[in-house]
């Protein structure tokens, strides 16, 4: 199975840091990150109770950390895109979705866990490969953040052994980097550039390319841009740094 990585983004309460402890162990998880969270506690240790042993083993880091060295990034949150026009929250999956979706690789992947007051911003949302949402009642659609760490856990919990390694976080960089240029190359209109790597992100994030997939994709990139402009060809930018696959 991945390696997931529960990730809490300035987490305001530490009840619900221990709260999350515990119910990571429950089901099976003992990889916590926390980013810039709230001071940690005997409140905390209770609330943990026997996962105590997650709670101590938690790591602090940076969400820049985070972004560069997980295969996939999954930004959860209450609140959608209500049109595929709007790409920054969409498309979005449940976590019984997320299961089918990322279940069978193999590679580092990290949940983004919001505050608890308004979630993730835009920025951590937008750099994030896939999205994910859990179906609440309109009545009453926000959840307690362990409650929702709690579901996505259940959901995730006993996946199958892996059959494929996923591309690396330096990898996916490299491609996505390498599309960025790609748009000059074509001339893509300015102005609808963000919008347009948005949406790049959603589709490669939710692919679940693996390094020979990345690597195809290099190629296609080159070939097209040399047949547009020999010039603009960058070999030393545009090869990846595993051996690019030759074209057939």
């Given at each position: 199975m991945p390696e997931?990585?529960?990730?809490?983004?300035?987490p305001?309460?530490?009840?619900?840091?221990?709260f999350?402890?515990?119910v990571?162990?429950?089901?099976?998880?003992?990889r916590?990150?926390?980013i810039n969270?709230?001071q940690?506690?005997?409140?905390?240790?209770a609330?943990?109770?026997?996962?105590?042993?997650?709670?101590?083993?938690?790591?602090?880091?940076?969400i820049?950390?985070?972004?560069?060295?997980?295969?996939?990034?999954?930004?959860?949150?209450?609140?959608?895109?209500?049109s595929?026009?709007?790409s920054?929250r969409m498309?979005?999956?449940?976590?019984?979705?997320l299961?089918?979706?990322?279940?069978k690789t193999?590679?580092r992947?990290?949940i983004?866990?919001?505050?608890?007051?308004?979630?993730?911003n835009n920025?951590?949302?937008?750099?994030?490969?896939?999205?994910?949402?859990?179906?609440?009642?309109?009545?009453?659609?926000i959840?307690?953040?362990?409650?929702?760490?709690a579901?996505?856990?259940?959901?995730l919990?006993?996946l199958?052994l892996?059959?494929?390694?996923?591309?690396?976080?330096?990898?996916?960089?490299h491609?996505?980097?390498?599309?960025?240029?790609?748009l000059d190359?074509?001339?893509?209109?300015?102005?609808?550039?963000?919008?347009t790597?948005?949406l790049?992100?959603?589709?490669l994030?939710?692919?679940?390319?693996t390094?020979?997939?990345?690597?195809t994709l290099?190629?296609?990139?080159?070939?097209?841009?040399?047949?547009?402009?020999p010039?603009?060809?960058?070999?030393?930018?545009?090869?990846?740094?595993h051996?690019e696959?030759?074209?057939?």
């Amino acid at each position: 199975m991945p390696e997931i990585d529960i990730v809490l983004v300035s987490p305001l309460y530490e009840g619900n840091v221990g709260f999350i402890a515990r119910v990571m162990k429950n089901f099976g998880f003992s990889r916590l990150v926390l980013i810039n969270p709230c001071q940690l506690s005997e409140e905390a240790k209770a609330r943990a109770s026997h996962a105590q042993d997650v709670l101590a083993s938690a790591e602090t880091c940076t969400i820049e950390d985070v972004f560069s060295r997980s295969n996939i990034v999954i930004a959860t949150t209450g609140t959608v895109s209500k049109s595929v026009c709007t790409s920054m929250r969409m498309p979005f999956y449940s976590p019984k979705e997320l299961r089918d979706r990322i279940g069978k690789t193999e590679g580092r992947i990290s949940i983004l866990f919001g505050r608890e007051n308004w979630g993730l911003n835009n920025e951590e949302v937008k750099k994030s490969d896939m999205i994910c949402t859990i179906p609440t009642s309109p009545d009453y659609p926000i959840l307690n953040l362990s409650h929702a760490v709690a579901i996505v856990c259940y959901e995730l919990a006993d996946l199958p052994l892996p059959e494929y390694r996923l591309a690396s976080p330096f990898e996916m960089g490299h491609l996505y980097r390498h599309i960025d240029r790609y748009l000059d190359v074509i001339h893509h209109p300015g102005f609808k550039r963000e919008n347009t790597m948005i949406l790049i992100r959603r589709i490669l994030g939710r692919a679940n390319l693996t390094t020979r997939e990345a690597s195809t994709l290099h190629g296609l990139l080159r070939r097209s841009t040399w047949h547009i402009d020999p010039d603009a060809v960058d070999e030393k930018n545009d090869t990846n740094s595993h051996e690019e696959e030759e074209l057939t």
